[in-house]
């Protein structure tokens, strides 16, 4: 075992402890908080896997689940307008908690992999991960300015 399959295995069972707890108990805007959580750690903790186990098809994964993850979270906020409109969720904590993560896990990897199109790929997969959490953060605290819910 190195350092990269203990870095991802630590953040994943951290990660996958705290957003089992979550979705498990409390009210709903803890429910759909900690289902965005839950893709926004098992992604950094793909990354570090790949560069652990030299998979590359690792990334390809993360890249998915990047790109799908805030997007099932946007899904539930407008299935759950209602009822996210009378107890909204304040998701900011966990929300730059995992977008810090995202930033400081793509650029160790970057760092590692060096210039060339792995880093490229690493770049779009952090892009993605911390633009799509920030975006449906937002869409679960009380949506966007100018836009209807329901």
């Known amino acids: 075992m190195n350092g990269w399959i203990l870095a991802g295995t630590v953040v994943l069972a951290a990660g996958a ?23 926004s750690v ?16 690792y990334v390809d994964l993360a890249l998915l ?30 929300t730059f908690a995992a977008a810090g993560l995202g930033t400081l896990t793509v650029l160790v990897l970057c760092a590692a992999v060096g210039p060339g ?6 770049l779009v997969v952090g892009a993605l991960l911390v633009g799509g959490n920030l975006v449906a953060s937002r869409a679960l605290s009380g949506g966007f300015r100018g836009v209807r819910r329901g």
């Open 17 to 39: 402890g705290a957003a089992v707890w979550g979705v498990s108990t409390g009210p709903l805007r803890r429910r759909v908080v900690a289902q965005n959580l839950s893709s």
């Open 42 to 57: 098992v992604c950094p903790s793909l990354l570090l896997l790949s560069q652990g186990y030299g998979r590359p098809s």
């Open 65 to 94: 689940l990047a790109l799908l993850g805030p997007v099932g979270t946007l899904v539930f906020a407008r299935l759950l307008a209602d009822e996210l409109e009378r107890d909204p969720a304040s998701a900011w904590g966990p």
């Open 117 to 122: 199109r792995a880093m490229v790929k690493l």
